[in-house]
């Protein structure tokens, strides 16, 4: 990368040095705030909620408001990149593209504050995406009553596409997802004598495997299901009897009905081994996301303009078993998310993920032009 950095480039890069934690934003939200405070005010609000920022942008003739958001959050991931600008904060990483998205939040927002759309927008950049969850508590609160918008529109960066594409489909684009954390407690005992204890080791090895019949024998086969354990953790010592295992995992569906039925199977399959193994087991789903439900009017409308403008080339992509909490968002509020190239090797949430930033500035022009576009119709 040898161009020179534009001004929303540069914010990526600064927000790259300080990637903070879900609602532990602080240094994210002033560096943010500054920015914003540098725009002509005349026609801006400003509300903090959090550690996250509201900005109206008043239009010049508002029939509607039109909503932006960026998440603000970064990983718990020991950064393994060749940047010069690595995070300085140790232990944690922008490695999911949030300061992308709030480069390129800050871009939008700064267009429209220098010249507003005839309706109004609400640049929305929401904490804790990655967990436990900023929109839900979010779209809750007082500070985005009375700003709530018609619709919403939101990106995220996708590592397999070239810089200049953009992928989107109407419909479902990510999957409704939840955290599943199973705890069994039985009774400890000595090695030797295995009559007087419930092993839990055992109890956890059978769940697992208990665990893998639900996608493959309790749901549709031509719908998408994931279960999967990530982590056992049980015992004590190699002599010991454990009388304590968890279990850790995640659950990934293409519909709301049927993350119920998969809930309900883990749950009686929770129940029937606290009857066979005597011990006591409780589940708990963490963070929940419901799915990423692209509004297919508003959506084919995107993709339509996308094309016309020429400017990004467009791919119609499939779904993916990713989750993210701006379901929530478009659960109450029409409207779309798109996955935008910048073309990297590794995956989200890798160590090594360098996404290329040249994709910062075409974003900006993009999502203005739509909005203008969208705001004259
Ligand atoms: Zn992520
Ligand atoms: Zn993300």
Redesign the pocket.
């Known amino acids: 990368m040898t161009t020179q950095a534009s001004s929303f480039v540069e914010l990526r890069r600064q927000l790259h040095q300080i990637p903070e934690p879900g609602f532990q934003e602080f240094k994210t939200q002033a560096v943010l705030l500054e920015r914003i405070a540098a725009l002509p005010q005349e026609h801006l609000e400003v509300r903090t909620w959090r550690t996250g920022i509201l900005v109206r942008v008043k239009g010049t003739a508002p029939r509607r408001t039109f909503g932006y958001r960026a ?1 603000m959050d970064a990983l718990p991931i020991e950064e393994n990149t060749s940047y010069p600008f690595r995070s300085q904060h140790p232990g944690y990483m922008h490695a ?3 300061d992308l ?1 709030m480069a390129i939040g800050m871009g939008v927002l700064s267009a429209f504050a220098k010249q507003p759309m005839s309706d109004d927008l609400v640049l929305v950049f929401q904490p804790a ?2 967990g436990p969850g900023g929109a839900l508590p979010m779209l809750g609160s007082q500070e985005l009553q009375g700003m709530m918008p018609d619709q919403m529109v939101a990106l ?2 996708a590592p397999e596409y070239p810089v200049g594409t953009i992928a989107t489909k109407p419909g479902i684009l990510f999957a409704n997802t939840s955290e599943l954390f199973i705890d069994l407690t039985g009774k400890g005992g000595h090695a030797a004598f295995p009559h007087q204890a419930n092993d839990m080791v055992v109890a956890a090895a059978q769940l697992v495997g208990q665990l893998q019949t639900i996608v493959a024998r309790n749901i549709n086969p031509l719908d998408s299901v994931v279960v999967t354990i990530g982590k056992i953790e049980g015992g004590t010592k190699q002599n010991i009897i454990a009388e304590k295992a968890r279990l850790e995992g995640t659950i990934r569906t293409m519909s709301i009905d049927t993350m119920r039925r998969v809930k309900a199977r883990i749950e009686a399959l929770v129940s029937g081994l606290e009857t066979a193994f005597d011990c006591k087991a409780s589940i708990d789903y963490g963070s929940n996301y419901c799915q990423v439900y692209n509004n297919p009017a508003v959506t084919e409308e995107f993709m339509n303009f996308v094309r016309t403008d020429g400017a990004m080339n467009l791919i119609e992509c499939t779904e993916a078993m990713t989750g ?1 909490d701006f379901g929530y968002f478009l659960e109450r509020i029409p409207g779309f998310m798109f996955w935008l190239g910048v073309d990297t090797p590794y995956g ?1 949430h890798h160590a090594s993920i360098e996404p290329n930033d040249q994709a910062v500035d075409p974003a900006i022009e993009v999502i203005v032009r739509y909005l203008r576009w969208k705001s004259a119709q």
């Open positions: 998440d999911c593209g949030h998205h995406e990655e995220h960066i993210e989200l």
